[in-house]
């Protein structure tokens, strides 16, 4: 004969379950568990062992054990597990890589029939073609307004008909045609709704940032940091690059109104006094850029250069 446990017994079991677990585990994933039967989450169980324990249990049993480990232990940072147990929510406890065992959960969906009253989670749309019913059951798509026709003796639709929309409560007209076709529009499971991680919340979107996405958004943030130092001459290491920029085009404007002068500036100056060094200096990338001889104009502007022009004036470059 099997021994009866009373309920305060099954609530002090479930406690210290769900205290080992806390003390055991650091990250955590709030599933919405919704339309999700016992078989199929004894199939997620299974799917899940090794690394993850799954936990079901009513909300306020589950509220209060945070509540008291945390006081017992000091780790208030569980405490932040507490307002994300609203709904029919169930804990999974795991010490495998977050993202894997989200992926892992998902694959547990069972398609599911539409039944009178529910909430639909997605559209509902019934596929043109051939239904294999008899004409006498033309009543259901008059009665929907769904375009049909008599083909061989069937009722075939004609076009595509949005039968649910999603938001919607399913009434019991579109459940029974739904169920005379064979359609199960719906399909359920656990679906992770929050991720805690040693202390941290964050939405399961995060878990699909990529490498690529985290340096964009990285690259974006330094972009806005430099912007701002620039407009309010507040250095940064972002900004340093664009200042000292921006100081040596100032100082080589002031070297070029005033007699004061240096390396850099002298060059430029040079440049300024004799503009021809401009031609000069350009000859050679538009005789590389061409890939070909140089054209018999290139040639005589050569031989008109004084022979006093220093080979060194050739590729002159304002940070030699």
């Not at 945070?66 to 169930?90: F, M, Q, S, W, Y």
């Not at 004609?158 to 399909?187: N, Q, W, Y």
């Not at 006094?273 to 290139?298: I, L, M, N, R, Y």
């Amino acid at each position: 004969m099997a021994i009866k446990v009373s309920k305060a017994e099954k609530k002090i079991a479930y406690d210290q379950k769900l205290c080992q677990l806390l003390d055991e585990y650091t990250q955590v994933l709030v599933a919405a568990a919704d339309n999700v039967g016992s078989k199929q989450l004894q199939n997620i169980r299974k799917g899940l062992r090794g690394d993850s324990v799954v936990l079901m249990g009513k909300n306020t049993m589950m509220k209060r054990s945070v509540r008291i480990h945390a006081e017992k232990t000091g780790n208030t940072a569980i405490l932040n597990l507490v307002p994300l147990l609203v709904g029919n929510v169930g804990l999974i406890f795991t010490k495998g890589d977050l993202k894997e065992v989200s992926e892992e959960v998902a694959k547990y969906k069972v398609g599911a029939p539409a039944r009178v009253g529910l909430v639909a989670p997605v559209d509902v749309v019934v596929p043109p073609g051939n239904t294999g019913l008899d004409p006498s059951q033309t009543s259901f798509f008059q009665v929907l307004n769904i375009p049909t026709k008599i083909n061989k003796g069937t009722v075939e639709i004609i076009t595509p008909v949005e039968l649910v929309k999603k938001g919607d409560k399913v009434g019991s007209s579109e459940a029974a045609l739904l169920a005379k076709l064979g359609i199960r529009p719906f399909s359920y499971g656990l679906v992770v709704i929050s991720v805690y991680d040693n202390g941290s919340v964050f939405s399961p979107e995060v878990l699909d940032m990529t490498e690529d996405d985290l340096i964009e958004k990285f690259a974006m943030g330094v972009s806005m940091v430099t912007s701002l130092s620039l407009a309010i001459s507040y250095p940064t290491i972002a900004a340093a690059p664009h200042m000292f920029i921006n100081a040596y085009k100032n100082v080589l404007a002031v070297a070029v109104e005033t007699d004061y002068s240096f390396p850099l500036a002298d060059k430029v100056k040079e440049y300024l006094a004799d503009p021809s060094k401009f031609a000069v200096a350009a000859a050679p990338a538009t005789a590389a850029d061409s890939g070909g001889a140089p054209s018999p104009a290139t040639e005589e502007e050569k031989k008109e250069e004084p022979a006093e022009e220093s080979d060194d004036d050739m590729g002159f470059s304002l940070f030699d």
